[in-house]
């Protein structure tokens, strides 16, 4: 009699917390859950922090406590990285809060991203998940593209010149038509002429906005290191020249000839083509 008794009034305490569960559900008004924006947050060669922010909204008139946020970010309907936050924090009533999933990136995930991004120049991917209020759970989803910058060389402008230094800018032209901007604090790059490296460097504490943009790399190189090919490209003195960039998300090349005759300011028509020469020779060995 005893076990039917405890057994009756579990059956009515489980059907009393789950109406009064149902009650809840039915009088809490669903936390509204949107989009705000994206951005980067670190970005190194190992990892890139993708930092997506929503703003919940409590419709209620009541405070209601956000206890997490797990969510899920896939790349072509492949999950990448998944993930749950902390207890975000009461939120009052009739008031919305940001919150930011900050998503790290990490060389595995970054190498299948990459491999899509430099081939296709775009990515889809999604950001799902739930957020949790007093034990209930609401969905959220957010889709949206990643494109690869496009960089090109707009102009190369040298500043001076001779057969032991050229000193030039180079001007870069980046197009971003993402909605968030990118820091570049690990932009590569060089300048070869052939199979020889003449310069290699690093740009830092660059910030490439949406839209076009405009970066400039001061840097020397020194034909001195190409000798044999100046010497045998005398009567034709052009150096050909190979601008290579590179950072996490995007890549590119540029080819540029350098007419050294010209740019030694000794191409002036009533010079003798072996006066050119000689002038040529000359600045090379001072």
Known sequence: MFKKIMLLVLVITVSACSTLKNLMKDNIKKPEITYAYVSIGELTRDKIELKTTFSIANKNSFTIPIDNISYEFSVNQKTMVNGETD???????????????????????????????????KIEYVIKGEVEVMGF????????????????????????????????????????????SLPLDMLSYSVSSGDNQLV???????????????????????????????YSLLKNPELPLSFDFSS????????????????????????SPNKNIGDMLQGFFN
């Not at 290699?200 to 034909?223: E, H, R």
């Open 87 to 121: 207890r975000v924090g009461d939120l009052p009533a009739n008031e919305s809060k940001d919150v930011t999933l900050g998503i790290d990136l990490t060389q595995d995930t970054l190498a299948s991203i990459k491999d899509v991004l430099f081939k296709e120049e």
């Open 137 to 180: 759970t609401f969905p959220f989803e957010k889709a949206s593209t990643i494109f690869k910058p496009a960089v090109s060389l707009e102009k190369l402008e040298i500043q001076k010149a001779s057969f032991k230094k050229i000193d030039m800018v180079i001007n870069l032209k980046v197009n971003n038509k993402n909605d968030f």
């Open 200 to 230: 290699a460097g690093n740009l830092k504490d660059q910030t490439i906005k949406q839209g076009t943009n405009q970066i400039q790399i001061p840097l020397s190189i020194n034909p001195s290191q190409l000798f044999s090919s100046v």
């Open 248 to 271: 996490g998300v995007f890549s590119g090349s540029v080819q540029k000839t350098l007419n050294l005759e010209s740019l030694m300011g000794s191409s002036n028509n009533d010079e």
